[in-house]
């Protein structure tokens, strides 16, 4: 910061120094110009030109009672011509008190602009402070910053201008930081607290259900168990995967019909619908194509049908409805708190936990509204969800009207 200070000072200073410069110089030339003929006629009015005579070639006599008696002039002037001789005289005396005015001006000029160089440059070095003085908290705030004080902020107290707007700024930046930051530690705890759950399922299964030479019997049915939880973690690995990758700007871009895709996933969906006695209902009011990834897309519509099936009741539905602005699916199932519902787009957030779940397949790791929100994120699409009175929720993927259209009209 001192070099920047160095250089604003210098740069007022200049500043400052040139428009003394220009202002001397203007004086000057201004001076310059009416001096002579101000002081001519000055020296006129006061001696008048009656007062003045020349005898022959001789130098004019001054006869003034008031000057004592009459003098001659040091330096004869040649001339017949009283008249030009008052005239060369008054110029003569006009030169010589113009030069010595003006010789007065510039010797207190130059003292005057000296002096107040130096005063600038302590103006200017002073002022350069107090502008950058916001710079340099902002600077010793930023260095002090770490994972553990991401909750600290600015908090700069000045006028507004540019640099409370710089200090705001840095402030939001650093809320969406420590949001950020959060919400990583959170998910790596989360996810590292499912993966370990998952092998100390495994590890128990193969210690206790396989130890002591067990019947064949028990033997398939812990076959089955740690298949069934290799499953489970491999799609868990398979979530993670895809939430990063959503996370990320997408790759490529292409005319995907939401319509078409729906329908696919859906119909892929009917027996774990049929397997628990879930309506599922699917209506496509419009057409909708937009620009993306297919296969995120595909993976949008199939988390929201799973979870609406997951998280159901036997007897429930589940209505899936395709319009012009974006893909809607609806479910019944347990009533949903209002002030949990924007949690559920959490990582690893459930509307159950996993202790209170009738079957341990029936719920995902908590990761399927996340991956929605994801991709819909990178598709520049909104998500929203509501809690239904009667219970479950009605979550809506909205599309950018103008990508819609476009990818419509295409």
Known sequence: MNSERARLTALYTGLLVLAGVLLTTLVYVLLQQSLDSRIGTAVTQVIPANSYHTTGPTAPQRNDAAFGPTRPMKQPMKTNKPGKAVSLQ??????AAGDAALSRLLTVSGASLAAFTILSAALAWWMAGRVLRPVGVITAKARQLSAENLHERLALESPGGELKELADTFDEMLDRIEHLVAARQRFAANAAHELRTSVAVQRAAAEIGLADDPPPEKVARMRSKLIENADGSERLIESLL???????????????????????????????????????HVETAEPLSVEGDPVLLEHTVHNLVSNGLRYNHPGGSVRVRVDADGVEVANTGPVVPCEDVPRLFEPFRRARERGHRRDPSDGGAGLGLSIVASIARAHDATTHATANPDGGLTIRVRFHPTAAQSATAA
Do not use: F, N, P, Y
């Not at 008054?90 to 030169?95: A, G, I, P, T």
């Open 90 to 95: 008054v110029k003569q005396v006009s030169d």
């Open 242 to 280: 895809l939430l990063a990758v959503s996370d990320r700007q997408l790759q490529r871009r292409e005319h995907v019909a939401m319509h078409d895709i729906t329908a696919r996933c859906t119909d892929g969906l009917r027996d774990e619908a049929a397997r628990r006695s879930i309506a599922l």
